[in-house]
């Protein structure tokens, strides 16, 4: 889509589906990321702007560098397959105290582990929890579908046709994760768990 | 054998205390209202099951899980069985099948070994207890990765809603919302029904009545409007009844002026 | 407050009620001004943190300098009678592209509940709809099946030929369903809800 008219920017022009320099197509793209309600990828940011996405990936990696490089009370942080803009972990004391918030209601340790079985092994069904857990869990899987950390993901095609459980995107964001291959390995934690004897 | 002698000689030290200062190997019992139910309900700790509990048995026994005394593992696990009962600590079912799969699992350690079986073919019965146990400690673990991860997000926050988010009411959604949502209306639903058996039937006698104050009184009556002051699905087909006997008396006319427009009534008499 | 160990920070120690650094204060005061859902002024600011006002406009006056600098795609702006982050006016284009290019798999609660009733109790008329809600929903079944979540199933034989709704294939896209028989039953959830004493 390049035309002759094409101006020379004071900084380079990126390439792109579309000719902006690459001072604006950061501006553009930090205005993006702040308006949107949840983290947004860079593909839909190259499409809404009508450039290539390395063009995008770029300048998110520059505004990232330029954030820290300020020691900005905000950062610019990948989450859930996407880019978002928060506040620094080391300011919550304040945040909160102006916020009246209270540290949310943290998950009970019955939760957290179906949670960490339905991570790990998902899709999963209940009768396949209950054997890991060796507990029923039934409460903490209403509780995890309540907050939206886990989410239905058919039946299993097996006796009795149970629903299969696997994480949300919103697990991604609470717990912090870019995408499921951010978990540290299962086997990681087997260190763990034999580690005192063998 | 030995066992049964054993629980009953097992002392409750902490019996008249109040639950909530009671230790139970390590752990302390919590009592805390149900979040979802209006009921309080008492937590062994960390001991959420029958797992967590042989877990805890065999890292204070400084016992290698790779090769459990099941014997003394299983009387250790009733000890604390009855210690529960005692404290009359309400127990998930799931402990107790634990308990018939330890002791099960002790008397098949007892056989004599089978002679002619090769030492190597030889399954070591506990091994399916130790990779439960083991598969167990990994997610527990996990949860404790979880955990402090959550943590550290608790602490990050991102901005408040932005003005054009407050123009778009919405919700997100995902399938038990639904299932949810349906279950919340058919429960409304239910109460209305539960309403309706209260309120007197109005008969058809009183509905005719009715439909022909209403036309007299407005000239001219949107049905819609008339049907709408039914209030359950019986004078509602009484209500519909008595438009069509009016019609049938030549009482009343039925006027639509467009299609899927609306339909009134209208006196048909000599006014 | 301020203790013999105060360190010298490599930024001058800003004059306060609680000894910060200049470049401190500028970071949390950015975070607070980030996380306020309506402008925030400078008082609020130095009340949460706890050091004088006049300390917190310094850090607002440079702030500005810094975002005006740096040829953001965010400016810090005074706006009655507070402070605010908010996207430049010159990315309005983009940024009202994106705003209006988003996926909505979002529903609204009476249009939620009218394809609740649609979905399993399908094919169904707009008065049986009425029925089982209780509240007319004309303008949901608009937003329906404007979002091609339902689709007309021909007419019943009844009084007035009502057209009958039901789910459509986007539906089970969006929900992840293989077809209808996946959708949660009624037990599924009762299983979950009362089995905590199990």
């Known amino acids: 889509m390049a035309t002759e008219e094409t101006v020379a920017h004071e900084d380079s022009a990126i390439e792109g589906r579309r000719e902006i320099s690459s001072g604006e197509l950061k501006s553009i793209t930090e205005a993006l990321i702040f308006v949107a309600d949840e983290p947004i990828n860079t593909k839909t940011i190259a499409d809404v702007i009508d450039v290539d996405r390395e063009a995008v990936e770029k300048a998110v990696a520059e505004l990232v560098e330029e954030y820290d490089a300020r020691a900005s009370g905000l950062q610019l942080r990948e989450i859930a397959g996407g880019w978002q803009i928060a506040t620094r972990p080391e300011h919550h004391e304040n945040v909160r105290a102006y916020l009246k918030s209270k540290p949310s209601a943290k998950l009970s340790l019955a939760s957290l582990e179906t949670l960490a079985v339905i991570a790990y092994k998902q899709p999963v069904t209940v009768p396949e929890i209950l054997e890991i857990r060796g507990v029923q869990s039934p409460s903490a899987i209403k509780t995890l579908l309540d907050k939206r950390l886990i989410v239905a993901k058919g039946r299993k095609e097996t006796v009795g046709r149970p629903m299969m459980y696997g994480t949300s995107k919103e697990f991604l964001i609470q717990f912090g994760l870019k995408d499921l291959s951010e978990l540290p390995s299962v086997e990681d934690f087997q260190d763990l768990a034999g580690g005192a004897d063998s | ?271």
Chains 1, 3 share one sequence.
């Open chain 2, 1 to 271: 054998m030995e066992d049964t002698a054993q629980i009953d000689t097992i002392a409750t030290p902490a019996a008249e205390e109040t639950p909530a200062t009671i230790n139970v190997a390590g752990a302390t019992p919590e009592i805390a209202p149900d979040r979802d139910h209006d009921q309080l309900k008492i937590t062994l700790g960390e001991f959420e099951g029958p797992l967590d509990l042989l877990l805890y048995l065999i890292r204070q026994e400084q016992i290698n899980i790779y090769d459990i005394p099941i014997a003394r593992i299983t009387n250790e696990y009733l000890r604390y069985l009855n210690l529960m009962q005692e404290l009359d600590l309400t127990m998930a079912g799931d402990f107790l099948v634990m308990a018939a799969q330890l002791i099960e699992l002790k008397s098949r350690m007892l056989l004599p070994r089978d002679p002619l079986a090769a030492a190597e073919e030889e399954i070591d019965p506990r091994a399916e207890l130790v990779d439960l146990l083991l598969e167990h400690e990994k997610f527990k673990a996990a949860a404790q990765m979880l955990w402090s991860r959550a943590t550290v997000e608790q602490a990050v926050f991102t901005r408040a809603e932005i003005e054009t988010d407050k123009n778009n009411p919405e919700v997100a959604v995902g399938l038990f919302d639904l299932l949810r949502v349906f279950q919340e209306i058919l429960a409304r639903k239910k109460e209305e029904i539960m309403m309706e058996i209260e309120r007197e039937e109005v008969t058809m006698a009183e509905m005719i009545e009715r439909l022909r104050n209403m036309v007299r009184s407005a000239g001219e009556l949107n049905l819609m409007r008339f049907f709408e002051r039914a209030s359950s699905r019986r004078e509602l087909v009484t209500a519909f009844l008595s438009v069509l006997e009016l019609v049938r008396m030549s009482e009343i006319s039925l006027l639509q002026r467009e299609t899927f427009g609306e339909i009134v009534a209208r006196s048909a008499g000599p006014a």
